[in-house]
């Protein structure tokens, strides 16, 4: 099984920063990719941002774009999104996932977090 912690969420005002991370652990033979996903109350679930951990190929949502940076430590497993000039809409719930696999033969899985609270409000 494959556990993702995620730290960093917390209150800013609009315009400011914060920097969340997902650190990966459990029987992992190899990660694929790490992304994150929001969910607003009332809203859907919705992609954010994906990172491959191998070759760093990056992709996000037209919301984020120019905003939010995901960025990975292969070493630590861990992956990282520093989220600048946020907004009100930005609030949510954010959820690290993760597509590993547990073992040389077995397919790859889909992992989560179980959340970090970003909330955004003057």
């Known amino acids: 099984q494959v556990q993702l912690v995620e730290s960093g969420g917390g209150l800013v005002q609009p315009g400011g920063s914060l920097r969340l991370s997902c650190a990966a652990s459990?029987?992992?033979?190899?990660?694929?990719?790490m992304g994150w996903f929001r969910q607003a109350p009332g809203k859907e679930h919705e992609f954010v941002a994906r990172?491959?951990?191998?070759?760093?190929?990056?992709y996000y949502a037209d919301s984020v774009k120019g905003r939010f940076t995901i960025s990975r430590d292969n070493a630590k497993k861990t992956t990282y999104l520093q989220m600048n000039y946020l907004k009100p809409e930005d609030t949510a719930v954010y959820y690290c996932?993760?597509?590993?696999?547990?073992?040389?033969?077995?397919?790859?899985?889909?992992?989560w977090g179980q959340g970090t609270q970003v909330t955004v409000s003057s």
């Open positions: 990172i491959t951990l191998s070759g760093g190929i990056t």
């Open positions: 996932n993760a597509v590993a696999s547990t073992s040389v033969v077995g397919p790859p899985n889909n992992s």
């Open positions: 459990g029987s992992i033979f190899n990660i694929y990719s």
